[in-house]
């Protein structure tokens, strides 16, 4: 076997490392299953969205008189809800509702016969919000849609981020790294899947130590006991192994 390896920068192409465009495709397929379910998300928020705004910019305050409230146990009341009963007037006509949700901690002062403010749909006149917890939610709604655009970005960062990663580790060796023959610290790995393993070389009689990616299965180039590898740039204590199927497709033997 002979080598006819080109000086760096190596024409290298993604396409040309074995498995590399599998893995970059599972995760585009991640990355658009990721978007698929902010797309449902988001979905179901613009109803939700839709129908807070609506109820907010029609409904009108009004008073109502507690009957009786609910509350959660006393050590459960942070950032908890209780529910209230309401007497009130909306459109001279009188309602009692029970089940109006507020926070437990408003809640904790409010007794039978107090006065609270409601938000009332003419819509819907029997279906009272508590005005401040309703503008809570509210204001929470209104901050779905910038949480579905940063859930997209994440997405696209991610794939982005995963396909820079798989050039730096998979085409940057083999384009700009130095080449280099590794003496396995002992026998190679016959597990299967991508396995590493320690080896070392010599630059300029210093012994180099490092850990070593190989795919079982695939013969090494092969120099006596000694395997072809190439360090990888930006982490100069790994190194890729480099089998003869991949050198061919490379074109560096003759």
Do not use: C
């Amino acid at each position: 076997m002979q080598l006819a390896i080109p000086h760096a920068p190596r024409k290298v192409r993604l396409t040309q490392v074995p498995g590399a465009v599998g893995r970059l495709a599972r995760d585009a397929v991640l990355g658009l299953a990721f978007v698929a379910l902010i797309g449902a998300v988001a979905l179901w928020a613009g109803r939700h969205f839709v129908e807070e705004q609506g109820f907010t910019s029609r409904a009108e305050e009004v008073d109502g008189t507690i009957v009786s409230t609910r509350l959660p146990p006393v050590d459960a009341r942070v950032g908890a809800e209780a529910t209230l009963e309401v007497l009130y007037t909306f459109q001279d006509v009188e309602h009692s509702v029970s089940g109006v949700r507020t926070f437990a901690e408003d809640a904790e002062g409010l007794g039978k016969g107090a006065t609270v403010k409601l938000l009332v749909d003419p819509a819907a006149p029997g279906q009272p919000r508590e005005e401040r917890f309703a503008r809570s939610q509210a204001l929470r709604t209104n901050l779905v849609p910038w949480g579905v655009l940063l859930g997209l970005l994440l997405a696209g960062v991610f794939f982005t981020r995963e396909a820079k990663r798989l050039v730096r580790s998979e085409v940057e060796p083999l384009r700009l790294g130095a080449l280099v023959w590794l003496t396995p610290d002992g026998p190679l790995p016959e597990e299967g899947g991508e396995v590493v393993f320690p080896a070392h070389y010599f630059r300029q009689d210093v012994k180099m130590e490092v850990r070593a990616r190989v795919r079982p299965g695939r013969a090494p180039v092969r120099n006596g006991t000694k395997v072809l590898a190439a360090v990888v740039p930006r982490e100069p204590g790994w190194a890729r192994v480099i089998d003869q199927d991949l050198a061919g497709v490379l074109g560096w033997l003759r």
